[in-house]
Every structure is written in C-alpha cells, then in structure tokens.
T-cell receptor, first 115, second 116 residues
Framework: AQTVTQSQPEMSVQEAETVTLSCTYD???????LFWYKQPPSRQMILVIR??????QNATENRFSVNFQKAAKSFSLKISDSQLGDTAMYFC????????????FGEGTQLTVNP | EPEVTQTPSHQVTQMGQEVILRCVPI?????FYWYRQILGQKVEFLVS????????KSEIFDDQFSVERPDGSNFTLKIRSTKLEDSAMYFC??????????????FGNGTRLTVT
C-alpha cells in the first residue's frame, strides 16, 4: 500500500516571498505519478502541478515548481512570489500508473500568505 | 472548461436516515470516484467505478454505502442509516481512461453532509 506524509500541518509566508511545502511517500511501485492539489476555503480541489516518476526533470507551472527526489521518495512544492490567493490547504497525492487508479492523499499543509 | 458538478452543496440529515449524494461527472470521462474528508482530516478514498461496476473500494466503503450510475450521466453515492461520524465533505471526481498523468482527477466542489 502507498502512504503519503506531509509533516508540516501549517505554514505561513509573507506576500512575494518563496515557500516550500514538504511531502514524502512510500511505495514499491517503480512507475507512478505525483500531484499537488490546492484546496482554498471554498473547499474545491484544484490541481496545481503533476510529476511523472520516470521523468527526472522537475515539473514547473508558472510560480509553482517541484523538487522530485525519487530515491529519497520526496516531492516538495515550491511557491515563488507568493500571493494572497495562494492561501489554501495543499495536499500532496500519489497515483499508481494503472489506468483508473485512485489518488492517495497526504494529511495536508495549511498555507497562509500574509500581506 | 467542463466541470464535475455535485448536488446538494450542503445536506443535513438525522441519524439513521438515508441520503443520496449526486454527481454529474464530465461527459467524456469513464472513471468515477467518491472521496470523503472529515473536518480537519485528510481526503480519504471511498470507491472507484468503471464500466458500470465498482473497480476498487476502501475499507471505509462497507455495506452502509453504495454507488450507482442510474442514467448514464449521474453518479450517486447512497449512505444508508447515517451515523454521526458520517458527517464530512464528500467529493466526487472523474477522469478519462488516458494515462493518469494526462488525465488527472477532476473534482467537484463537494457536498457537505451534516448528520445530527
């Protein structure tokens, strides 16, 4: 079974600064996918960024980037130039390569961006 | 962009009653999911559904729960004899059959279920 761990229940950052959210996971799979989802106060689950395990290059999406360390089973999210709208709960999630496979989520990190 | 829609947004029910949570997945999606998030806790997988049958379910998804796709568009989660601990946000999600990278899960806005 897969497990995903986010060891930071809460984090805060000043507007325009950079913050990194940590995520580790455990799996025996060799090929899989990793995701970060954002859940603002509206409770909607919004996909932020995704990474394929067999790609060594770290994924980037505008101000969001990841540091994927496959050997260490680590998948951190870096948010640059933080904006007030980035305030949300952030969930790290794992998915096996199998078609239709489920997502396994971490506990979440509540990020607050302060003006 | 197409969306997964869930109704109602908030459902209040008395303990012991049955509730049906409704979801309309994105039209060309073929995999459907229900997740649950108890307040302050992680998002937990309940069940996945494909080709008109359950493809995977978690230990949470016991005989109290059932899912159905009655008319080719709606995807429902029925909870029989609700308990206080069923109070949670329930999320529906869907995806296409493409590889998981190219087709991540798309989530609805959730239904907040309150059992009193």
């Amino acid at each position: 079974a897969q497990t995903v761990t986010q060891s930071q229940p809460e984090m805060s950052v000043q507007e325009a600064e950079t913050v990194t959210l940590s995520c580790t996971y455990d799996t025996s799979e060799n090929n899989y996918y990793l995701f970060w989802y954002k859940q603002p106060p509206s409770r909607q689950m919004i996909l932020v960024i995704r990474q394929e395990a067999y790609k060594q290059q770290n994924a980037t999406e505008n101000r969001f980037s990841v540091n994927f360390q496959k050997a260490a089973k680590s998948f951190s999210l870096k948010i640059s130039d933080s904006q007030l709208g980035d305030t949300a709960m952030y969930f790290c999630a794992f998915m096996k390569e199998t078609s239709g496979s489920r997502l396994t989520f971490g506990e979440g990190t509540q990020l607050t961006v302060n003006p | 962009e197409p969306e997964v829609t869930q109704t109602p947004s908030h459902q209040v029910t008395q303990m012991g009653q049955e509730v049906i949570l409704r979801c309309v997945p994105i039209s060309n999606h073929l995999y459907f999911y229900w997740y649950r998030q108890i307040l302050g806790q992680k998002v937990e997988f309940l069940v996945s559904f494909y080709n008109n049958e359950i493809s995977e379910k978690s230990e949470i998804f016991d005989d109290q729960f059932s899912v159905e796709r009655p008319d080719g568009s709606n995807f429902t989660l029925k909870i029989r004899s609700t308990k206080l601990e069923d109070s949670a946000m329930y999320f529906c999600a869907s995806k296409t059959p493409e590889s998981s990278y190219n087709s991540p899960l798309h989530f609805g806005n959730g239904t907040r279920l309150t059992v009193t």
